[in-house]
Antibody, heavy 123, light 108 residues
Framework: QVTLKESGPVLVKPTETLTLTCTVSGFSLSNARMGVSWIRQPPGKALEWLAHIFSNDEKSYSTSLKSRLTISKDTSKSQVVLTMTNMDPVDTATYYC???????????????WGKGTTVTVSS | DIQMTQSPSSLSASVGDRVTITCRASQSISSYLNWYQQKPGKAPKLLIYAASSLQSGVPSRFSGSGSGTDFTLTISSLQPEDFATYYCQQSYSKGSSTFGGGTKVEIK
């Protein structure tokens, strides 16, 4: 059974750096054609893709947030880490990680999601 | 960046109704379009990938169609458990992804 679980602080202060960890089980981060995405959702708003990383260590970031994001993985620990610098109250959201399956004919799709972790930015 | 526009943003329908949700891309994305369902307080769930492929375990009343810039998610006979928000997502751009703004399906 494939599962993903997000963990990190519930509350961060403005200007601080947020570090979130996604721990996966049921598959390996070294599996070809697989990766992990981070997505967030502010209260009452739509989903926003943030970043992804693939088994070959290929990384991509949201254009609007690229300067603030870093994604990395530790295959031995089955973990993907996202850091976001200079947090602001507008970054208050539920943050999800999801497994990506990638194919030439199918593109990338997120077939299994974690339950999400809620982060509030406030002083 | 590719923009994804969903319409309508919300709709009211009755159990048994046929429901159609549209997603339009700002440029051609071939068939690299996915659909997700999200219920309140829950993580999104994959329904359709590559525009028309039904994810394993998803009821056959859900279907997807389209290519290029215009896509459709259809629920052939709306069931009580289908009241939720639906999102499209493009994966055409190699280094990025985008979600639509969502369509909330409510009970009439």
């Amino acid at each position: 059974q494939v599962t993903l679980k997000e963990s990190g602080p519930v509350l961060v202060k403005p200007t601080e750096t947020l570090t979130l960890t996604c721990t996966v089980s049921g598959f390996s981060l070294s599996n070809a054609r697989m990766g992990v995405s981070w997505i967030r959702q502010p209260p009452g708003k739509a989903l926003e893709w943030l970043a992804h990383i693939f088994s070959n260590d290929e990384k991509s970031y949201s254009t609007s947030l690229k300067s603030r994001l870093t994604i990395s993985k530790d295959t031995s620990k089955s973990q993907v880490v996202l850091t976001m610098t200079n947090m602001d109250p507008v970054d208050t959201a539920t943050y999800y990680c999801a497994r990506i399956v990638s194919g030439y004919y199918t593109g990338n799709y997120m077939d299994v999601w974690g339950k999400g972790t809620t982060v509030t930015v406030s002083s | 960046d590719i923009q994804m526009t969903q319409s309508p943003s919300s709709l009211s329908a009755s159990v048994g109704d046929r429901v159609t949700i549209t997603c339009r891309a700002s440029q051609s994305i071939s068939s690299y379009l996915n659909w997700y369902q999200q219920k309140p307080g829950k993580a999104p769930k994959l329904l359709i990938y590559a525009a028309s492929s039904l994810q394993s375990g998803v009821p056959s009343r859900f279907s997807g169609s389209g290519s290029g810039t215009d896509f459709t998610l259809t629920i052939s006979s709306l069931q009580p458990e289908d009241f939720a928000t639906y999102y499209c997502q493009q994966s055409y751009s190699k280094g990025s992804s985008t979600f639509g703004g969502g369509t909330k399906v409510e009970i009439k």
